[in-house]
């Protein structure tokens, strides 16, 4: 069994919320149960779900 990192890579479908990406730390508000893709910003895969 593999721990949780607290890291979502790119394409899991993950439900609404805000989510970071772990690369440029720029917040991402998800309205909807989405797949996540590269941060067409940066480029960067991974996102970590944030409060508030």
């Not at 439900?15 to 960067?44: K, N, Q």
Request: glycine content about 8%; some cysteine.
């Amino acid at each position: 069994m593999v721990a949780f990192s607290g890291f979502l890579p790119e394409r899991n479908f993950v439900m609404p919320g805000r989510m970071r990406c772990v690369h440029c730390e720029t917040d991402v508000l998800l309205e909807s149960i989405t797949r996540l893709e590269p941060y067409h910003y940066c480029g960067h895969r991974y996102f970590a779900r944030t409060s508030g």
